[in-house]
């Protein structure tokens, strides 16, 4: 299929795209486009503002868009399909945009999502903002309305300066006026997303953009092809001789994997750094099983223990933020002697931002790591056993306490008996992908479900966001084509449960659990007041989650015992097809805010 098109077949001409009134082109228009250019047209060709988009987008590599069609884009999403992009159409932008994070995240390509105007782009916001927040590259293409309209204020359909919205919370925001400057609009969002520390970029396409035409030989030329997106960027090498330095001289070193680690796809220099220093490894969430989380190295199951015990913390692609208690206080036995931090990380403003950084080493972390490692000989001291030998005493007693609590069959389930068999088959499939959020849900899954590949685990990263579940989840099926496992609190599934049909629609090899305790946390809230209403935690009891997928085609199963759950998901995974576990827990199972507690004003002031 020809992007090109004919003077004639061009229903709108720069001018008459020019004019306030004209809009973006109509199905009619579509279908002309689309049209192969008639044999006795004499005119010169050109191409409008759709196709240079694709083309553009094309050129660079990127060959699907997550989003929702409506006025101005509906012709962009069919246009694109009809050029052999894959186009996933969500039902509410904010999944489309997790899955465009997600993407990226996954495949180092900024990740697309394209909404219509105002309330579109509304919807995709808040997953442009977290996809930022989590350094995951991705590009919020919406439509606007006429700017002559937005800019007087004078009350366009859905008018809104997006632009000026859009700015404080991505990285970088771009509008493109003129169809000549498409291709340098999509290389500039492109290398914005990608570059340095990856985040999410904004780019404003107002209707009108996508009618206008051009010669379509000047067209193709005005494209970019963007070269080198993300740069290598090599540590100094005074910076990695002090981080080396540091290391050498530590009694109790630990290195903190974060999930930068995971994006940076350098996993086999990981490894090799962590195994040739022999040096105990903490992942964060998203850095699970860059090492397979049963590596004799895993300290995760001695966590507090080493974050209070370490001297010497090297930091690879994780930032200490509130996962990490800011670096100090009583996780890190701040009363005990300050440690000392190497950290590697392409953001030099990251530095000092919480506690002071004895040795940072700056650069993109498969250069900075393979420094490392360049200094790493056969004459390196490993780390002293009585460090290493007391991790593992604390890890053993943890991992026994852990498998009784695992081989337990209560009933109902509770999260840990539903989760021993997640984890079951998370070490017969190492390949699927698991999606997890919700408060209890996600902090048992965290540390019951091993990992045992790298990026194969998505969460909730760092806003700690629900309604991550269904964008990721479909992101992950679409771009690896692997199993996706999605564990679902009750109430975060909610955020984005009616995706469920996108995943029905797309076929995707899905299987969702909803671990389903009927509320919030638990679901034995009383209401105080004693008036009608249920407590503001609780949800209708005994709900059937599972109906969802049916309605939509998919395997829908109502899972009671450990028994059923396990033979369901073995199923889903082996047979691919869109399904819903419903997980019935023991209500009463969970506890206020999972294992963050002490961020929850009342239950911290109790405490
Ligand atoms: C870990 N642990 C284990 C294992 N793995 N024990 C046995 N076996 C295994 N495999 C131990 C570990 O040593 C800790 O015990 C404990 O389990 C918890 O480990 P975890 O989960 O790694 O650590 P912790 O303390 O919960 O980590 C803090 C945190 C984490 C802030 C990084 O809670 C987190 O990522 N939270 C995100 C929460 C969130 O975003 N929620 C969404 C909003 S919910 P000890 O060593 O004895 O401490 C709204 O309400
Ligand atoms: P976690 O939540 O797992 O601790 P964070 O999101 O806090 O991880 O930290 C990720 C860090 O990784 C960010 O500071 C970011 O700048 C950094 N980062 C991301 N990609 C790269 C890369 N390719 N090279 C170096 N640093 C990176």
Redo the contacts with the bound molecule.
């Keep these: 299929m020809s992007s090109v098109r004919t003077d004639k077949e061009a229903s709108t001409t720069l001018d008459d795209a020019l004019k306030p009134t004209s809009r973006a082109v109509d199905g009619d228009a579509v279908v002309r486009a689309l049209k192969p250019v008639a044999d006795d047209a004499p005119e010169a060709e050109t191409i409008d503002g759709f196709h240079l988009v694709i083309d553009a987008l094309k050129l660079n590599d990127i060959d699907t868009i997550f989003g929702l069609p409506g006025i101005p884009i509906t012709d962009l999403t069919r246009m694109a399909q009809a050029e052999g992009m894959r186009v996933i159409s969500f039902r509410h932008e904010q999944h489309a945009g997790n899955a465009a994070a997600a993407a990226g995240f996954l495949t180092q390509k900024p990740g697309i999502c394209l909404t219509v105007s105002a309330p579109g782009f509304l919807n995709g916001l808040t997953a442009l903002a977290n996809a930022t927040t989590n350094c995951f590259p991705m590009i919020l293409i919406s439509g606007s309305s006429e700017r002559e309209i937005v800019d007087l204020q004078q009350g366009d359909y859905e008018e809104m300066d997006q632009l000026a919205i859009a700015k404080p919370l991505c990285k970088a925001a771009f509008r493109v006026l003129h169809a000549q400057d498409i291709g340098v609009g999509i290389a500039r969002a492109i290398r914005s997303a990608l570059s340095g520390r990856p985040g999410g970029v904004y780019l404003d396409l107002p209707a009108k953009l996508f009618a206008q035409t051009m010669d379509a030989v000047k067209g193709k030329a005005s494209l970019i092809k963007v070269v080198d997106p993300a740069p290598r960027q090599i540590p100094a090498p005074d910076a990695v001789k002090r981080a080396l330095d540091l290391l050498k001289g530590a009694k109790k070193p630990l290195i903190l994997l974060g999930k930068g680690a995971a994006y940076a796809q350098a996993d086999a220099d990981i490894r090799a750094l962590v195994e040739k220093t022999g040096i105990p490894y903490l992942p964060?969430?998203m850095a699970k099983g860059l090492l397979p989380?049963t590596h004799a190295q895993s300290a995760?199951?001695?966590?507090?223990?080493v974050l209070q015990e370490a001297d010497v913390v090297l930091l690879i692609g994780a930032r200490l933020n509130?996962?990490?208690s800011h670096g100090k206080g009583k996780t890190w036995a701040e009363d005990k002697g300050a440690k000392q931090f190497i950290q590697i990380d392409i953001a030099p403003t990251e530095i000092d931002s919480n506690v002071a950084i004895a040795a940072p080493v700056i650069g993109d972390i498969g250069s900075c790591v393979a420094a490392l490692l360049g200094g790493i000989d056969a004459k390196w001291a490993k780390p002293p056993t009585e460090w290493t030998g007391a991790i593992a005493e604390?890890k053993d007693k943890?991992?026994s306490?852990?498998a009784v609590t695992l081989a337990a069959r209560p009933s109902p389930m509770n999260f840990h008996s539903a989760l021993s068999v997640i984890r079951d088959q998370v070490k017969a499939r190492p390949d699927a992908i698991v999606v997890n959020?919700?408060?209890n849900t996600?902090?048992f899954a965290?540390?019951?479900v091993?990992m045992y590949e790298p990026r194969k685990r998505l969460d909730?990263g760092t806003?700690?966001i629900?309604g991550i579940g269904m964008g990721f989840a479909v992101a992950a099926a679409v771009v690896t084509d692997k199993p996706v496992i999605a564990i679902e609190g009750d109430s975060a599934f909610g955020f984005s449960g009616m995706e469920v049909e996108t995943i029905c629609r797309y076929n995707l090899p899905i299987c969702i659990i909803v671990f389903n305790n009927n509320g919030v946390?638990r679901g034995t809230d009383v209401n105080a007041s004693g008036t009608a209403d249920v407590a503001p935690t609780v949800f209708v009891k005994n709900a059937r989650y599972d109906k969802l997928m049916e309605a939509f085609g998919g395997v829908g199963v109502n899972a009671t015992t450990a028994d059923e759950l396990q033979k369901a998901l073995t199923e889903a995974v082996a047979s691919r097809r869109p399904t819903l576990i419903n997980a019935v827990i023991d209500e009463t199972a969970g506890t206020e805010?999972?294992?963050?507690t002490s961020l929850?004003p009342a239950t911290a002031k109790k405490k």
């Design positions: 964060m969430s989380d995760a199951a001695a966590r507090s223990y509130w996962l990490l604390r943890n991992l306490k852990m959020e919700g408060a996600l902090d965290r540390s019951i091993d909730v806003w700690g629900m946390y805010s999972g294992r963050i929850n």
